[in-house]
């Protein structure tokens, strides 16, 4: 199977890094169907490229010749962009992978978002999981270099609450944006 964009291409030739990017950063590439039949309200093209365990789907967005931004979707009726491309959300994803619990803090500013970090790091070393040498594993594996947290916060910020790129359900019903 080929890949227009060359990073899923990339995941999907590389099984050690599709493995860490499951787990522990919640990327399944071998999982794509949505919990519902989805468009965008353009009528842009949406390919599905990978889920997570709640549900959720990661969508590319746009034409596959163009810059393709990535849109996330949960089980429960909330979409918005988490990246400008595939990269930039990947680096979000394994930088921080707890990012959803961070994005319900948008409103508060990068401060808000930041302020939970600690704790959520924490919660995957009280599970024996070394999150900084899966990083490093899978940036070696991808060749990724990965922002500071806080900077990919703020882009997680800046994308998130971009206009643009409405989902809608089959009943042509609007998703919720992601962030509170």
Request: hydrophobic residues 40%; proline residues 6%.
């Amino acid at each position: 199977m080929t890949h227009p964009d060359p990073l899923l291409g990339l995941i999907h030739r590389t099984p050690a890094a599709a493995e860490l990017l499951t787990w522990p950063f919640d990327f399944d590439v071998s999982r794509t169907d949505h919990v519902e039949k989805v468009t965008l309200e353009s009528g842009e093209a949406l390919d599905a490229v990978a889920g997570d365990g709640a549900g959720g789907t990661y969508f590319l967005c746009g034409d596959a010749a163009g810059r393709r931004p990535v849109l996330y979707a949960d089980s429960e009726g909330q979409a918005g962009l988490i990246g400008g491309d595939l990269t930039s959300a990947i680096q979000l994803i394994v930088r921080v992978p707890y990012w959803r619990d961070c994005v319900w803090r948008v409103s508060g500013g990068l401060e808000a978002m930041s302020s939970v970090v600690p704790e959520l790091e924490e919660e995957y070393a009280d599970h024996d999981i070394d999150l900084d040498a899966c990083r490093t594993s899978l940036t070696g594996l991808l060749g990724l270099r990965l922002p500071s947290t806080t900077d990919a916060l703020a882009l997680l910020m800046e994308t998130v609450t971009s206009p643009g790129f409405v989902l809608l359900n089959e009943w042509g019903d609007a998703y919720e944006p992601i962030s509170g």
